[in-house]
């Protein structure tokens, strides 16, 4: 086989990894954000406002996501690696939602170059109007961020094909370290 070959199917295969991260993480973020605009929709219903974008959250959530990807790409959070997991899941979090606010940022502010906006128009629609709803939006970002980073430093630690069997295969937790410590894959269920 050429190193042709090789290289393209290297990157097809990349690829295809990148995709699933990125579909993931973007449907993680479309849950949350949906559950958010449920929410909004329905406080402002009870004052008579209707309230639904759905695409747009779908649209948001794929372009968060790949702001994740770049950020995780970079390495941004790596600090206290091998600290206990609450510290490298807090400092990911806060690194993602300073990475996430940044691009988001200029994200609006070409957009509203694009349609003739004002910066501070364009600035409002990344946080919000005042400073108690950019705080809010904040802080609900990170909360949102913090199970993500808590799975990917567990990830981490235990590698991300095995804390995935964990959470969506099988439990056996004595598998799993003794797997991890060996280096070797779990055996093969058998029904039973």
């Not at 600290?83 to 994200?107: D, G, N």
């Not at 509203?112 to 946080?127: K, Q």
């Not at 990170?142 to 630690?157: E, K, N, R």
Request: charged content about 15%; proline content about 4%; glycine content about 8%.
């Amino acid at each position: 086989m050429s190193e042709q070959a090789h290289g393209s199917r290297a990157i097809r295969s990349k690829l295809a990894e990148e995709f699933k991260a990125m579909a993931a993480l973007a449907a993680y973020l479309y849950i949350c954000f949906g559950a958010l605009i449920l929410f909004k929709s329905s406080v402002l219903r009870e004052a008579g406002i209707h309230y639904e974008i759905w695409g747009l959250a779908a649209i948001k959530a794929l372009i968060m996501a790949k702001f994740m990807l770049v950020g995780r790409m970079l390495h941004v959070g790596t600090r206290y690696g091998n600290k206990p997991l609450i510290w490298p899941t807090l400092y990911r979090s806060l690194m993602y939602l300073i990475v996430l606010l940044i691009l988001t940022t200029l994200e609006e502010l070409i957009v509203g170059f694009i349609h003739g906006r004002a910066v501070g128009d364009s600035l409002t629609h990344v946080v919000g109007p005042n400073l108690f709803q950019g705080l809010a939006v904040c802080l609900i970002m990170f909360l949102i961020l913090v199970p993500y980073c808590a799975f990917t430093a567990l990830s981490d630690v235990l590698g991300e094909r095995e804390t995935i069997r964990l959470f969506f295969v099988s439990r056996d937790l004595d598998g799993a370290v003794r797997n991890h410590l060996t280096g070797r894959m779990p055996p093969a269920q058998t029904p039973g």
